[in-house]
């Protein structure tokens, strides 16, 4: 178990490595269709399609690894008092009875949509758009499937501390405000 905590916990790491390399792509797209639009006057469809694909992935790929470095809001009004125990056993439940349901009421809903999608090679409605719509529309399958892989270790790591000590040896030392 200690095993596949800490692999599902890398994987979620190394995604979320290489996924930060898009909000550079997003920032040199973008400030290509400036360039492209203003100085010289010509369209950049297939860029500004560029930048939307980058901002889509970094946010539904990122989301796993936002998690798991603790980025998201959580409102801990009650039981940042409560003993170790009794918060082990609410996030545990939040996993069970809210996360994991809702995931994979994302993957059910989704199959059919992204399936209809890939069935035709969805692309651009756009003149000179990307021809891979397809392929974003498949981001809303690998959100829930990331997160449900994250649930396995984050639920692994209220079972078993040793995964979470050894997992913050790896962690990133991001620092997170608010």
Request: proline share 4%.
């Amino acid at each position: 178990m200690l095993r596949t905590v800490l692999f599902l916990d890398a994987l979620t790491r190394h995604t979320g490595w290489a996924v930060r390399w898009l909000a550079l792509l997003m920032l040199v797209g973008t400030l290509g269709v400036v360039i492209l639009r203003y100085v010289f006057g010509l369209p950049a469809i297939m860029v500004q399609e560029s930048v939307l694909y980058a901002h889509a992935a970094l946010f539904m790929l990122g989301a796993a690894y936002t998690w798991q470095q603790g980025g998201h809001v959580r409102v801990d009004v009650f039981s940042r008092n409560w003993p170790q125990s009794r918060r082990l056993w609410a996030e545990r439940l939040g996993i069970l009875l809210l996360l994991i349901p809702f995931a994979l009421f994302l993957l059910w809903s989704g199959w059919s949509y992204v399936g209809n999608s890939w069935s035709i090679a969805e692309g651009s409605p756009d003149a000179g758009g990307l021809p891979f719509v397809y392929l974003l529309k498949t981001l809303l399958l690998l959100l829930p499937l990331l997160l449900l892989l994250q649930a396995v270790a984050e639920l692994g790591k209220t079972w078993l501390p040793q995964a979470q000590d050894r997992n913050e040896q790896h962690a990133d030392k991001e620092t997170h405000y608010g």
